[in-house]
């Protein structure tokens, strides 16, 4: 379901999952691969605390000190356009958003700024310290502003509406948050969440959760219920009325909870909490849960364990921020991927000049390193045939003779390096060459 967020202080190794259960009744969580794909340094190494696309496809991400566009190939920091327009101020920089017709939107301690696509610069749209900032699926743009909320259409601007908040609301040193789901508003007064109609502008109590200093982060709903995140004191589960029934411990680091940021529920159905010790999984149904955590020595594991931000694509996928700058992607298609490295049993090297599949199955696969090596379904091993030793009695050594006599026997392609995507047999097979370098991902398509 999609839902937008958004809050502001007012003032005063392959395969590596690291699996934590909530309490010790809960069973680990039986998920798909979740494979990340951490973009190029960013040249960035504060948190990511908010991630959007633009109408041309370029990503855009946000930190309290930095505004930064990456353009596919490379990040482009993009302040020097914002701190133009007051150069002598002092800038921070809140969420960077689109609403339904692609617009994109910066909130800053200055103002809210929108970006002028054709003249490729920012200008002011709104004045005022601009604690947060979300779009609505109905196509307003929600905001806190100077502590009130606000809401606006983008065609109508500068008109706005203001939705006064009752004192309680509004007390000295409580955060404000505010969440725009498919059905509801919701804005957060420390631990308090309520319901805001819209028609009338009434703030209606929904849920109290947590101490006297509990914040409230984020709101998801699943299934009928209402998920609350806090800062520190853990993931509520409410039914449709506010009543509380299920609590969810955080992940602890350094034998303290870790923070959280915020929510997604993914097209899978399992909500994400972003936190600072890792990304945790939640099953809803079950409650089983799994904490994922960054490796070393696995290249698809999350680039750090604290995660600020997670974005869904409108194209597919989902985008995590962390802190240290890094991003990263990850999508479910990638999950029928197998990896396949120059390691001892299996490919002698790294770099594929050709593969084939043979009519009993086999993928043989012809390397830079010399020699050939089949792989036979249901997955075996990768088995390495040197030079002198036959592939079956009838076929040549040579590995491009081999591809050769195939090809004109069996209507096989070859696939060799740089050379794009070639049929064989009825089946398409498409190389993955990994950023890194150290091995050749095949993929049937």
Known sequence: MTRHKAYTKIPFAALFFAATLISPALHALNIPDY????????????????????????????????????N???????????????????????????????????GTNQGLLRFNYRKLEFEFVLEGNIGSVTANNDGTVWL???????????????????????????AP?????????????????????YRLNRETGQYVLFASVGGGSCVIRDVVECNGSVYVLTLMDGLYECD????????????????????????????????WVATQSGLLLLEPLTASTQLLRSDLHYPYSLPNNSV?????????????????????YMTFADNGVDYFKATPGGLNHPIVSCFEEDSEGNLWIGTEGG???????????????????????DVEHDQKAVAR???????????????????TAGTFLRPVHEPSGLGTAFERL
């Open 35 to 70: 494979r990340f794909h951490t973009m190029p340094e960013t040249s960035y190494y504060g948190g990511i605390h908010s991630i959007a696309k633009d109408s041309v496809g370029r990503m855009w991400f946000s930190g309290y000190d930095a505004l930064f566009m990456y």
């Open 72 to 106: 596919g190939t490379s990040f482009v920091r993009m302040t020097d356009l914002v701190t133009n327009l007051l150069p002598n101020s002092y800038w921070s920089y809140g969420q960077v958003i689109t609403d339904n017709r692609k617009g994109l939107y910066v």
């Open 144 to 170: 806190i502003r100077n502590n009130g909320i606000e809401s606006f259409s983008p065609e109508r601007l500068p008109a706005v509406t203001r939705y006064p908040m009752p004192p309680e609301m509004s």
């Open 173 to 193: 040193g409580r955060t404000l948050t505010l969440v725009c789901t498919k059905e509801y508003v919701y804005a957060a007064s420390g631990g308090d969440l």
């Open 240 to 271: 449709g009325n506010g009543r509380i029934g299920r609590y969810f411990r955080l992940p602890l680091e350094y034998e303290k909870s870790a923070g959280a940021k915020e929510l997604h529920l993914d097209s899978q159905g399992i909500i």
């Open 308 to 328: 600020w931000s997670i974005f869904p694509d409108p194209d597919g996928g989902i985008w995590v921020g962390t802190y240290g700058g890094k991003l990263a």
């Open 371 to 393: 020699g050939n090596s089949p792989l036979g379904p249901p997955r075996r091993p990768v088995r390495l045939l040197h030079a002198g030793e036959p592939l079956r009695p």
């Open 405 to 423: 006599r195939k090809r004109q026997a069996a209507g096989l392609g070859v696939q060799r390096r740089n050379a794009g995507l070639r049929r």
